[in-house]
């Protein structure tokens, strides 16, 4: 359960972008329940930076030991799936949508309505049943036609 109340925790921490003011909405007993279980695990699908400043902030912030382990998506998907009921970690933290909907529907992610969802950008940031909120957008890749570069020759 502690685990469960862990996750909740930084999940609401990442979707309220971190604001002073959203961190009062944060419910005191759910920080004091974490604060008490003391560590968080974090499955990292973004980019090694931005993951190890969120780890720092949210560890900075509420005294909890935080780690983290970078994998991909698929990867972190996989790992999920062979834990399934005994998960090692607490948090998915980033990555693309596709795993995340897959794990869902798989009853491997607990959903939760994040007390700022109403503030996302648009509602392709979010999944309809709150298994999952966007943080970032990032370009995954380039295709090239090489043949109509040279069509076009460029």
């Known amino acids: 359960m502690m685990k469960k109340l862990l996750a909740l925790l930084l999940a609401c921490l990442m979707v309220v972008g971190c604001a002073g003011a959203a961190l009062a909405e944060i419910d005191p007993e759910l920080v004091k329940a974490a604060q008490e279980e003391g560590e968080l695990v974090v499955y990292g699908s973004c980019e090694e930076p931005y993951l190890a400043a969120a780890a720092k902030h949210f560890e900075d912030l509420y005294g909890i030991k935080t780690y983290y382990q970078r994998l991909s998506t698929g990867e972190v998907q996989a790992k999920i799936s062979s834990e399934a009921g005994n998960p090692s970690g607490d948090v998915w933290f980033g990555g693309t949508t596709d795993p995340y909907n897959e794990s869902a529907k798989a009853g491997l992610l607990m959903a939760y309505e994040a007390t700022n ?37 460029l």
Not at 131 to 152: C, D, P
């Open 117 to 153: 969802a109403a503030d996302l950008a648009s509602d392709m940031y979010r999944d309809a049943d709150g298994y999952w909120y966007g943080i970032y957008k990032g370009i995954l890749g380039f295709m090239v036609n090489t043949e109509e570069l040279q069509r076009l020759g």
